[in-house]
């Protein structure tokens, strides 16, 4: 079957910087949203066995595990990111972990084999679809009856300092740019627009629940501040400043992590929807 791609522009990005940047920072994101991923696995109640899909699963770090704990079934990641399947298929193999299996694949519209799944989970890989009520109904054929849904999505942008203490939030405080628009990142936040999609979508049981984990960034501030200053948003915006203008940004930025920071790295609490759900 050929590999069509309807999310174009997120497809680009993941197979271009964003994808790099989640290849090149997977030890980081990893200490980052490894409490998130491992509440993610615990809601999913993987029994020996089953059959799981993982929704854009990146470098496989949730597939891997995911298939470790069927043991005797299988467990299948789904990318539009051919970067990051690659790289995820030379995890999996490093690894050892024969019964996890990856596919480059746009969810929204891939057509997994119908009723064939006992799981469909995802870390942070369901907020990026152009027609979310299609790509859930697209998932939710790809469960059998009373499969089990769980993934992780984050809650508002004001509730994740994350998301706001870097470079492009800064910029928009010196009046160097516009604030941003709506982003995917939250498309799923508010609980009533993704209730509804996944009732329309064929699922019953839908509950959300408050997944609030610390997150460690890095090791100090100076570390953070490279890892920001190098990231691709903050690379563009760099790009266009005079050094004095730079040097200004990046003073605040610093000053905005200085608040993070404890002798144990730069910790900055990550708010997330653990949402379940069934088949129906
Ligand atoms: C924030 S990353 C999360 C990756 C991984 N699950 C993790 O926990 O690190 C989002 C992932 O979803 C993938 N993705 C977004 N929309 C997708 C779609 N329509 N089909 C397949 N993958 C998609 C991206 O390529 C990216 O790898």
């Given at each position: ?11 680009e ?14 030890e ?25 899909l ?8 949730t ?12 467990a ?25 299996r990856f ?5 929204q ?25 299609a ?30 203490i ?15 628009g ?8 508010d609980?009533?627009r ?43 915006i ?21 608040a ?5 790295g730069v ?11 069934h088949?129906?």
């Open positions: 079957m050929a590999f069509v791609a309807v999310n174009a522009e997120q497809a990005d993941w197979n271009g910087a964003s994808g790099r940047e989640f290849i090149e920072q997977r980081r994101h990893e200490r980052m949203l490894g409490r998130l991923r491992a509440r993610l696995l615990a809601a999913a109640r993987i029994q020996d066995g089953e059959t799981i993982d929704v854009g699963c990146g470098c496989g770090d597939t891997i595990p995911a298939a470790r704990a069927t043991r005797g079934g299988h299948l990641g789904a990318d539009f990111s051919r970067i990051q399947v690659a790289e995820a298929r030379r995890l999996a193999a490093c690894a050892g972990v024969t019964n996890a596919e480059v694949a746009d969810a519209v891939h057509p997994f084999q119908a009723g064939a799944f006992d799981v469909v989970l995802s870390s942070l890989g369901v907020m990026f679809f152009d027609d979310p009520a790509a859930f109904a697209n998932l939710r054929k790809a469960l059998r009856r009373g499969g089990r849904l769980a993934f992780l999505c984050w809650r508002a942008r004001e509730e994740n300092p994350a998301f706001i870097g470079f492009a939030e800064a910029a928009v405080v010196f009046g160097l740019r516009e604030p941003p709506p982003s995917a990142a939250f498309s799923l936040a609980t009533g993704t209730g509804a999609l996944l009732s329309g979508a064929g699922f019953g049981g839908i509950e959300f629940g408050k997944a609030d984990e610390p997150m460690l960034i890095g090791r100090d501030v100076d570390d953070v501040l490279e890892y920001e200053r190098t990231s691709p948003t903050a690379t563009e760099l790009a266009g400043l005079s050094p004095a203008q730079a040097a200004e940004l990046t003073g605040q930025v610093r000053d905005r992590l200085v993070y920071a404890s002798p144990d910790t900055i609490p990550g708010a997330a929807w653990l949402v379940t759900a088949a129906v």
